[in-house]
């Protein structure tokens, strides 16, 4: 079965079919993902990241409002840009805490909104609270980062409250910014069942259970989830960046929508 597909019951939720079996990303995302102005570095990590049938799980079209969450150096956020195209628009979006604490970290994203070919991305700063844009959006996608804030890791961290308090208040943030309707997307490393916050600063992990379970409570119906990224070969007890299994790593991939009603 395409590793797309997956239906039936799942602990905490329901899928349905997402992408038909077989089914080709569409022409403007591979367009996106095959365009030479992105850099080499982001390029060579294609393989590993599959942008092209995330995007297409995801359902991000020409004319979307996307924001990117934690965007890093702003690999999915070029992505984002030439698949929303001229009508659409990109918010990169940091919390303040991030931003206040190693603003050096954003330089890269600040050179990406600078260029011309990206005139419709903005860069976004707020705390956990007001996770969003300047508009109602159709999508809001976070990669790789939901641990680092469920983890209090370092520049994530936010004096006076725990990780699993802010990242409640991110999926609450997000559910009131997205249009009814809209997608928030969830990608990290997998996490042994039952780990906590602790896990999540020292390994870089985070069960996908306790993710369903905080979505679900801001307000979201799990629509579908994805293999594409899974390595049954990850024991999840290594630290994300050990050279053995650094991009590599058992990832779920988890697609929510907030209900239309």
């Known amino acids: 079965m395409n590793k797309l597909l997956l239906a ?40 590993d990241r599959k942008p092209a049938e995330l995007i297409a799980f995801a359902g991000i079209k020409p004319g979307d409002k996307v924001a990117d969450l934690i965007p890093g150096g702003g690999y999915f956020t070029r992505i984002f840009s030439k698949v929303v195209g001229p009508k659409g628009h990109v918010y990169a979006v940091f919390p303040d805490s991030f931003a206040q604490a190693v ?93 906590g916050e602790q896990d999540a600063k020292t390994l870089h992990r985070i069960d996908p259970a306790k993710v369903i379970a905080q979505v679900q409570a801001a307000g979201f119906v799990l629509e579908a989830r994805s293999d594409l990224l899974g390595n049954p070969k990850d024991s999840h007890e290594q630290l994300v960046f050990a050279p053995e299994i650094r991009g590599h790593t058992d990832q779920f991939v988890l697609k929510f929508r907030k209900p239309k009603a």
Not at 13 to 27: D, F, H, K, W
Not at 157 to 166: M, N, P
């Open 103 to 195: 603003p050096k970290k954003l330089d890269d994203i600040k050179a990406l909104i600078a260029d011309p070919a990206y005139s419709n991305t903005t860069l976004v700063i707020r705390p956990y609270d007001r996770i969003g844009g300047d508009e109602p959006l159709d999508v809001i996608w976070t990669s790789q980062n939901y641990h680092d804030v469920y983890g209090a890791v370092s520049v994530f961290a936010v004096a006076g409250t725990s990780g699993a308090e802010e990242t409640a208040k991110m999926d609450a943030a997000a559910f009131k910014a997205l249009k009814p309707g809209g997608i928030y997307m969830v990608i990290d490393h997998v996490a042994k069942a039952g780990s």
């Open 8 to 47: 039936g019951c799942l602990f905490l939720g329901t899928t349905t079919l997402a992408l038909a079996e077989g089914q080709a990303p569409p022409a403007y995302v591979l367009a996106a993902v095959a365009d030479h102005a992105r850099p080499a570095a982001d390029t060579k990590r294609d393989q």
